[in-house]
Structures are given as structure tokens and as C-alpha cells.
């Protein structure tokens, strides 16, 4: 029976690790800045939470990762560790895209979703998601877009989440008006939580991923610093 999936989500600057189980939901969250740190601070980040929660690695019945769009660098390094907790387990692994995660954590609301990632040099990933009947749906695929963009294909009020500055806001509500509802800045924070709720989700339904060919998800070639 799956019972307990770790989260990792090294994507961005900000990481993230959680505990899900079966009975109580979210069990343990740790989320923190790196400063693309992820190579030093990941693998104590993963021991911190199993210790605090009394738990050894072979109590571990899964892991989510965090598959990306995002840092170059720290998707490879947040894959490896999933991937080698997996491999020496002997447990599935499930990779989630970032914007999922970014989404899923709005699905109280019943607004059309727009999910945006920043990528740099005034690029943005963003992907949308609605409500239909009683389950959410990504509607496009994952890709690079502008503010120009959004004002032409947004037609109705949509929640715009994720990593979005002060100058990003401005923009979206200038050009969109009143179709442009933004998240609260707190909910730019992405949580390990929900992604390894996803993952729960997918692999209780036997949706697991192949541990040797799962590989990260990228929009655009690396940039230094990535």
C-alpha cells in the first residue's frame, strides 16, 4: 500500500522538500532560499525532515520530483537525488512539471489559471488551466511567452500565480485590466507539499514514471548562472 511520498523541488532559486502520507496529508514541509545552492543544502535538507519525522529512508513508499521548466542546474541536481533515493530503495519515482505544482496550489478557486514561471531576460514559462465539471485541466502546453501575449489570449478574468515581481503585476494589470487577478505575493512561495500530493496521487494509480529515462523538462537552452 503507498502510504508516504517525498517532494523535492529544486527548480528555482527557492527548494523545497515535503513528507505526504496517506493518513494525515502534508506530514512535514521545509522550504527555503538557495541561492542555486542546491548541491550543498539538498541531500541535508532530505535527512532533516526524515529525522524530525522519526522516519528512516526505507519508510519512504515513493518519491515526487520536480521536473521543471526551471533552473538547468538545480532540475539535474534534484533529479539525481530522487532518482538515487529511488534506485537504492527500490521505489517509484514520479516527476511532476513545475507549473503543475505552481497551479495545483489554487484549485480552491474557480477561475481560470495562469501559471508563470520567470526565465529570464524578461522571459516568463507560463501554462493555463481550467475547471471542467469537477477536474482542472492544463489547456496548453508548457511554453515561453510576454505580457503581450496574455492580453491578446486572455478573454476573461484569470488568476495569474507563481513567480510574479512587482514589475510583472504592473505590467499584467496595465495591459489586462480587470481580466488580471493576481495571487497574493505570499503564494509565490512554491510548496514541496503539493507537489508530493500530485505525486501521491499518481502513483497510488500505478502512474509512476521509468526511473532510467525520466528526464527534466526545459523550455530554453541554459543561460550562465542557470
Not at 548541491?39 to 541535508?44: K, Y
Not at 532518482?83 to 495545483?104: E, H, M, N
Not at 489586462?176 to 512561495?189: H, I, K, N, T
Not at 526511473?211 to 526545459?218: C, D, I, R, T
Request: glycine content about 8%; overall charge negative; hydrophobic content about 40%.
Amino acid at each position: 500500500m503507498l502510504s508516504t511520498v517525498l517532494g523535492i523541488d529544486t527548480a528555482t532559486e527557492w527548494a523545497s522538500v515535503a513528507l505526504y502520507d496517506a493518513e494525515t496529508g502534508a506530514r512535514a514541509e521545509y522550504t527555503w532560499y538557495t541561492s542555486m545552492n542546491h548541491t550543498v543544502e539538498l541531500m541535508p535538507a532530505v535527512v532533516q525532515i526524515l529525522e524530525r519525522q522519526r522516519m528512516a529512508p526505507e519508510h519512504l513508499d515513493g518519491v515526487a520530483v520536480a521536473l521543471g521548466p526551471g533552473s538547468f542546474t538545480g532540475l539535474r541536481i534534484g533529479l539525481s537525488v530522487a532518482k538515487g533515493l529511488c534506485l537504492s530503495l527500490g521505489i517509484p519515482i514520479v516527476g511532476i512539471p513545475t507549473l503543475d505544482i505552481v497551479a495545483y496550489a489554487h484549485y480552491g478557486q474557480n477561475l481560470p489559471i495562469c501559471a508563470i514561471l520567470q526565465a529570464g531576460r524578461g522571459r516568463i514559462c507560463v501554462a493555463f488551466y481550467e475547471k471542467r465539471e469537477t477536474e482542472w485541466r492544463r489547456t496548453d502546453d508548457y511554453h515561453l511567452a510576454d505580457v503581450e501575449e496574455l492580453n491578446a489570449r486572455v478573454k476573461v478574468p484569470t488568476l495569474f500565480c507563481g513567480e510574479i515581481d512587482a514589475s510583472l503585476k504592473a505590467a499584467l494589470e496595465s495591459q489586462l485590466g480587470e481580466r488580471a487577478v493576481v495571487a497574493s505575493p505570499a503564494s509565490s512561495l512554491r510548496r514541496a507539499g503539493y507537489l508530493a500530493e500530485l505525486g501521491w496521487r499518481r502513483l497510488r494509480t500505478g502512474r509512476g514514471d521509468d526511473l532510467a529515462s525520466l528526464e527534466p523538462l526545459y523550455l530554453h537552452y541554459p543561460q550562465i548562472g542557470d
